[in-house]
């Protein structure tokens, strides 16, 4: 298996819901990223994970909540998002280790409309 | 502070063309770079990286840290190499795994 699978492909959620985004990768990687892409714009991180522990943080808002269970597992739990945080949030995995530098495997992405 | 630059948002070329996407880079340390590619209605992939020095696609890019350049091209463009482009930017949290920072992004058409 040499995708990243996101669930669910589009959610819809009002600004008190709680809901999550959902990553799974089989292909071994330790290293899982969400970023973050408005319409027109590139991605933008949000957080990286290494050997499922969070090792980047790029400042976001505490209503974006990562969670790494396992190594092939990785959610962004959803709590009181505002109308702008609608978005494509995609989710990323590569293999990772110190220094290591290399190809990101992007999932389709969860498109999140929050009303 | 790292940053790439993509100066153009469109860039239309006929079949057969010759095609460069541009891309500039800033950052203090030693880059790694590379270029992704969305196709219509596909996740985004990695076309090609610095490092390896292939082409893919009959695409190749090279670094000028002279120039702060990784400009992409190919000397042919078809039909199917219609896509959004993105160059990107690997850099590290002191040698930890690092941050992949993209450009903007350009929108290749190539018409029949």
């Known amino acids: 298996d040499t995708e990243v699978t996101q669930t669910p492909k589009h959610l819809v959620m009002g600004m008190t819901n709680k809901k999550s985004l959902k990553c799974e990768q089989h292909?071994?990687?330790?290293?899982m990223y969400w970023y973050k892409q408005k319409a027109k714009k590139p991605p933008e991180l949000m957080f990286v994970?290494?050997?499922?522990?969070?090792?980047i943080n790029e400042s976001v808002p505490s209503r974006f909540s990562p969670e790494c269970p396992n190594s092939s597992l990785l959610n962004l739990h959803l709590h009181a998002l505002q109308p702008e945080d609608s978005a494509l949030y995609l989710c990323?995995?590569?293999?990772?280790?110190?220094?290591?530098?290399?190809?990101?495997?992007f999932g389709e992405g969860s498109r999140l409309t929050v009303l | 502070a790292q940053r790439v630059t993509q100066p153009e948002k469109l860039l239309s070329v006929f079949k057969g063309a010759p095609v460069e996407l541009k891309c500039n880079y800033s950052?203090?340390?030693?880059?790694?770079l590379f270029w992704y590619v969305q196709y219509s209605r596909q996740r985004l992939q990695l076309l090609l990286r610095?490092?390896s020095r292939e082409s893919i696609k009959g695409f190749t890019a090279d670094l000028n840290k002279g120039e702060t350049s990784f400009h992409l091209k190919k000397p042919f463009a078809q039909e199917e190499d219609s896509a959004m482009y993105y160059c990107?930017?690997?850099?590290?949290?002191?040698?930890?795994?690092?941050?992949?920072?993209f450009g903007k992004g350009t929108k290749l058409s190539v018409k029949p």
């Open positions: 990323a995995s590569s293999r990772s280790g110190q220094g290591e530098t290399g190809e990101l495997f």
């Open positions: 292909m071994g990687h330790r290293a």
């Open positions: 994970y290494s050997y499922e522990k969070l090792s």
């Open positions: 950052y203090s340390g030693s880059p790694e």
């Open positions: 610095h490092i």
């Open positions: 990107a930017l690997m850099w590290n949290y002191g040698g930890s795994q690092g941050n992949l920072i």
